[in-house]
């Protein structure tokens, strides 16, 4: 895609996670590689009157131009893109059971076999720190080694991914993992899958999806 296409893409992929029930209002951000920077939604714009123009280009030393304010969350997309080489797009969202869980500062651990699309057999849940802050972008970066997704204590998730189409699967995938895990949890814990079977679920994944 050229650099408008992109903006325009994460204009709408912004505006489908309210549509998915994943986010509510501005609470989420969007970001996604391009050249040697990055495109990131805006600071408290509603997503129905953003446009294209209004993602905000940084370059990975941090910097900015433009009458924009990049989000507020803009360093832990900022330092996840640029230690994860293989990562094209982020995904960050306020999606309630993953914040719910996130509040309990529970991690997801191998309650279904889609555990294994996330890098291994549990959803880790990093450690608070205040949004917007470099420790929140450390301990984002820790709970996501080895892992496409974490949860943020207090806070939301997070998901990692190739592409902005596949980090929007994960996200969703991610949420509805959430929300049976919490269920399962009140009907007393259900069982979880041993590290053998977690391995088969994601060899039988190889190629699957985006």
């Known amino acids: 895609m050229t650099e408008w296409e992109l903006r325009g893409e994460v204009v709408a992929q912004a505006r489908r996670m309210n549509a998915l029930g994943i986010n509510q209002g501005t609470s989420g951000n969007i970001s996604v590689r391009c050249g040697a920077g990055i495109l990131v939604t805006p600071s408290a714009t509603p997503y129905e009157d953003m446009g294209p123009e209004q993602i905000v280009a940084m ?4 910097g900015w131009s433009g009458g924009v304010k990049p989000s507020t969350e803009w360093r832990f997309h900022l330092e996840i893109l640029r230690a994860r080489p293989e990562a094209a797009a982020v995904v960050h969202t306020h999606a309630t059971f993953c914040t719910t869980l996130s509040m309990a500062r529970r991690g997801i651990p191998a309650c279904h076999y889609m555990i294994a699309q996330f890098g291994g057999d549990d959803v880790r849940c990093a450690e608070y720190a205040n949004f917007g802050t470099a420790e929140l972008a450390a301990n984002a970066l ?8 974490c949860l943020l204590a207090n806070h939301g998730m997070i998901v990692v991914g190739p592409s902005l189409a596949r980090a929007m699967w994960l996200a969703v ?12 949890v009140a009907l007393g ?22």
Request: charged share 20%; proline share 0%; net charge negative.
């Open 59 to 62: 370059d990975f030393a941090g």
């Open 142 to 149: 820790a709970a996501l080694e080895g892992r496409c997704a």
């Open 173 to 184: 995938e991610l949420e509805t993992l959430a929300k049976q895990y919490y269920h399962a």
């Open 189 to 210: 814990g259900g069982v979880l899958l041993t590290a053998a079977e977690v391995t088969a679920a994601a060899r039988a994944f190889d190629g699957y999806g985006l």
